[in-house]
């Protein structure tokens, strides 16, 4: 039984919702089986025309659970073997592989979005076909300032070679507004607007048969992999591996360590003043 998302299937919808609202969704191994094995569930459901991936709570995905993360880092590091970059790659590619079973379902997929969506949840959300956010969403890269990089490489081909470049080389934080007015995503409405409007442009995508939805997706998305997405996507899972394990990546870790990852992040963003760091506006109650 799963213990990190539901689903429910209506009306030709087949909805996946990450379950973990006091985490902020992070991902961990477990959702990552999970997810893919709803993937597969989905697709293989002859009632089920398009996948609908949404999240439970304040956040859709605030990336990797850290304490996983970092604990994995902190327990190779005192052990007596060197950072194996082959079993780097092949356990980051069992999370990629999830990620892009949004992308090679056969079925059209459209996440909902609302809150942070940072880091690995970046990775996962923009392997989805259309992307729709509440207009509270928050979208951004921040472990490219340290120990990480886009392992699924979406990036570029959702907006383009400059802005990626631009939002990638900072980490800044990309609001909802700005992330559709770049193509990173479709749309976006106001937060209390966001279920109804997904589950509706699902349920009018699963007006068309099966197969026109399967052929018109492999159309289009034929178009990408032609431009070699296959292999921006193994240079961004093995860079990430790299990211992690340089001198900065390990003084991260130790960092981590030593104050807890809560603080290590603030002391990477704080210089930035976005995500956590950003400064609170005074309360009515301030002077």
């Known amino acids: 039984m799963a213990t990190t998302l539901t689903t429910q299937l209506e009306s030709g919808v087949y909805t996946i919702i990450l379950n973990r609202p006091h985490e902020y969704n992070a991902i961990t191994p477990g959702l990552r089986d999970e997810l893919a094995a709803a993937i597969d569930a989905a697709n293989a459901d002859d009632n089920a025309r398009v ?6 709570g304040p956040a859709f995905c605030a990336g990797y659970d850290l304490g996983w993360a970092t604990k994995c880092q902190s327990q190779e ?20 592989d999830t990620y892009m079973k949004l992308w090679y379902s056969h079925k059209p997929t459209i996440a909902a979005v609302q809150g942070w969506c940072i880091g690995g949840g970046t990775d996962m959300v923009l392997c989805a076909d259309i992307i729709v956010a509440a207009d509270n969403a928050v979208f951004g890269y921040p472990p490219s300032r340290v120990w990480g990089t886009p392992t699924t490489a979406m990036w570029v081909y959702r907006m383009g070679l400059e802005r990626a470049k631009r939002y990638l080389l900072t980490g800044d934080e990309i609001p909802a507004s700005v992330a559709k007015d770049m193509g990173l995503i479709l749309e976006t409405v106001p937060e209390g607007q966001l279920l109804e ?13 099966t197969n026109q939805l399967i052929m018109l997706k492999l159309l289009c998305n034929q178009t990408v992999e ?44 704080d ?9 609170q506006a005074p309360s009515s109650h301030d002077s």
């Open 51 to 56: 996948i609908l991936l949404r999240a439970e």
């Open 77 to 96: 590091a005192s052990s007596d073997h060197r950072w194996d970059s082959v079993a780097d790659f092949t356990m980051m590619s069992r999370f990629v």
């Open 271 to 279: 210089p930035f003043g976005d995500y956590g760091s950003r400064p």
């Open 197 to 209: 409007h997904a589950v509706n442009l699902a349920r009018r995508m699963a007006r068309v048969p």
């Open 226 to 269: 032609n431009m070699g997405m296959a292999t921006s996507r193994t240079l961004g899972t093995l860079f990430d591996g790299v990211a992690r394990h340089t001198r900065e990546g390990n003084d991260f870790i130790k960092m981590s360590e030593s104050t807890g990852w809560r603080d290590a992040i603030r002391k990477r963003d």
